[in-house]
């Protein structure tokens, strides 16, 4: 059975950082790039950050250069750092195992920017 199970998230205030982490299960966890979406009220679900098996990272325009995905396969864990954050960032955010329309969806955790 896979499971993909997020934590991390909780309430920030703007400007502040929160890392986010999920741990899968029941999957060959190295052979799985490994995305992090996110959902706002009202809105689709969109890609955040996604690292590859080598590692590559490609980001939302929205995040880059506040947000840092990272993998550790010896955990069988993705990590999203998210620094600088602001209130548009409010969202439940998703771990998935693979890229593209397959794979598997964590249950996700809620993110909430506000003073």
């Known amino acids: 059975q896979v499971r993909l199970v997020e934590s991390g998230g909780g309430l920030v205030e703007p400007g502040g950082s929160l890392r986010l982490s999920c741990v899968a299960s029941?999957?060959?966890?190295?052979?799985?790039?490994m995305c992090w979406y996110r959902q706002a009220p009202g809105k689709q679900r969109e890609l955040v950050a996604i690292?590859?098996?080598?590692?590559?990272?490609n980001y939302a325009d929205s995040v880059k250069g506040r947000f840092t995905i990272s993998r550790d396969n010896a955990k069988n864990t993705v990590s999203l750092q998210m620094n600088s954050l602001k209130p548009e960032d409010t969202a439940v955010y998703y771990c998935?195992?693979?890229?593209?329309?397959?794979?598997?969806w964590g249950q996700g955790t809620q993110v909430t920017v506000s003073s």
């Open positions: 998935k195992a693979g890229a593209g329309s397959s794979g598997y």
């Open positions: 029941g999957i060959i966890f190295s052979t799985y790039a």
């Open positions: 690292i590859t098996t080598l590692r590559r990272t």
